[in-house]
C-alpha cells in the first residue's frame, strides 16, 4: 500500500519538530537557568504541542495502514477514537495556540524589534531555529 503524500509531510514534520526540540536544549541561554525554563515561553509549549499532535497524527496515520482490510471491530472502535482524539487535539490545542502564538509574535515584532526579541538573542539562537520555532 502506497504512502500518501500527506502522510509522509506528517513525518517530516515531526521530524523536524523534534530536531529543533533536541537542538533547542543544546543552546545554552540565561533565561534556561530561571524559574520555570524554557516553558515558560509561550512558544516552547506551542512546539511541544505541535509536536506531540503531530507525533498523535502519524500514529493515527499507521494505525489507518495497519489496520484496513482486517474487519477487526475493537481495531476498528480503536482507530475511531485515536481519529477523534487527533481532532480535538487540532480543534483544542494545536490550532488555537499555533494561530495565536504567530499572530501575536508578529504583531510585536512588527510594532517593536526590541520588545519581542532583542538583537542579542541574535548572538545565542541560529536564524534557521528562530524561524522554525517563530520565537
Not at 8 to 20: D, G, N, T
Not at 76 to 103: C, N, T
Not at 117 to 127: E, V
Amino acid at each position: 500500500m502506497a504512502l500518501v503524500p500527506s502522510q509522509v509531510l506528517r513525518v517530516a514534520i515531526l521530524l523536524s519538530y523534534c530536531s529543533i526540540l533536541c537542538n533547542y536544549k543544546a543552546i545554552e541561554m540565561p533565561s534556561h537557568q530561571t524559574y520555570g525554563g524554557s516553558w515558560k515561553f509561550l512558544t516552547f509549549i506551542d512546539l511541544v504541542i505541535q509536536a506531540v499532535f503531530f507525533g498523535i497524527c502519524v500514529l493515527t496515520d499507521l494505525s489507518s495502514l495497519l489496520t484496513r482490510g482486517s474487519g477487526n471491530q475493537e481495531q476498528e472502535r480503536q482507530l475511531k477514537k485515536l481519529i477523534s482524539l487527533r481532532d480535538w487535539m487540532l480543534a483544542v490545542l494545536a490550532f488555537p495556540v499555533g494561530v495565536f502564538v504567530v499572530a501575536v509574535f508578529w504583531i510585536i515584532y512588527a510594532y517593536d524589534r526590541e520588545m519581542i526579541y532583542p538583537k542579542l538573542l541574535d548572538n545565542f539562537i541560529p536564524g534557521w531555529l528562530n524561524h522554525g520555532m517563530i520565537w
